[in-house]
């Protein structure tokens, strides 16, 4: 049974405006290109053709932080990356979202020194944790799903 037979004549489909935009957001994520170590070949090949995430409407990695609302952290981040971290994702545009992929990004990983960030969410928020040293392509498409069941659960009145 298709929605013409659901609806009859009256030819009007509704929908609550939260769910539309929240679906568009989901639909319509532009990730940033941002690889610092062994992780970023990982992303590289989720976006590759065996993997594909052009069918979750990201077709390739933007270059620039205003052109993106998904900053992917690939890798470990030093001391002297993190301010550079830190400006990229206040330059992209609200709503933004972050992934930390892999454990260097999630909580520094096998490098346990003063040199390298325990964990990006000393720098930003984080809204997605991917497992992994590296993380497989798999692996990375499972946090891409797990952020859009986040975003599509996201109220107006948390917008603000």
């Not at 009859?8 to 989901?26: C, F, I, P, Q, Y």
């Not at 952290?73 to 990356?81: F, H, L, P």
């Not at 497992?131 to 069941?149: F, K, Q, W, Y």
Request: charged content about 20%.
């Amino acid at each position: 049974m298709g929605v013409e037979q659901k609806l009859g004549e009256m030819g009007v489909v509704t929908a609550k405006l939260e769910d539309l935009v929240n679906w568009s957001r989901t639909n319509a994520m532009w990730p940033m290109l941002f690889g610092l170590a062994c992780c970023a070949i990982e992303m590289m090949a989720a976006q590759a053709a065996n993997y594909d995430m052009s069918r979750f409407g990201m077709e390739l990695m933007r270059p620039s932080p205003r052109q993106s609302d998904l900053m992917i952290v690939a890798g470990r981040v030093s001391r002297k990356m993190a301010p550079v971290v830190r400006r990229l994702y206040d330059q992209m545009p609200d709503p933004k979202w972050v992934i930390a992929m892999g454990d260097c990004a999630s909580c520094g990983g096998v490098f346990n020194n003063y040199a390298v960030v325990q964990g990006v969410d000393e720098v930003v928020p984080v809204d997605v944790y991917v497992a992994g040293c590296p993380p497989r392509p798999e692996a990375l498409i499972h946090g891409v799903i797990t952020l859009h069941e986040k975003v599509k659960k996201e109220r107006m009145k948390d917008w603000a």
